[in-house]
């Protein structure tokens, strides 16, 4: 099992930025994709962006491409680097890593409790 703690959410004017980490222990071996997610209240949880965690090769949803980037600082890790950041993009955040590749939920086994964006008008 892997234990993931988000933090850096917090309150952002509209076209501000704020930088989320995501903290991996135990068995961070066995990571192979490490992803990020948000809900937002009424709404289902949606993909944000993910990685491979050993090649850096990353994927998008269309709603943040080009806005957003994920990365690895190191073993244990990753952020999301959320730029010119808009009021639909107020949720709750959430990290993710998977043995398997895919943007659903079902494919990340270990998530963390999450960390609240929100973006002012």
């Known amino acids: 099992q892997v234990q993931l703690v988000e933090s850096g959410g917090g309150l952002v004017q509209a076209g501000g930025s704020l930088r989320l980490s995501c903290a991996a222990s135990?068995?961070?071996?066995?990571?192979?994709?490490m992803g990020w997610f948000r809900q937002a209240p009424g709404k289902e949880r949606e993909f944000v962006a993910r990685m491979n965690w050993s090649g850096g090769i990353t994927f998008y949803a269309d709603s943040v491409k080009g806005r957003f980037t994920i990365s690895r600082y190191n073993a244990n890790t990753a952020y999301l680097q959320m730029n010119r950041l808009k009021p639909e993009d107020t949720a709750v955040y959430y990290c993710a890593v998977g043995e398997v590749a895919g943007n659903r939920p079902n494919d990340f086994g270990s998530w963390g409790r999450g960390t609240q964006v929100t973006v002012s008008s």
């Open positions: 135990g068995r961070t071996f066995s990571i192979y994709t």
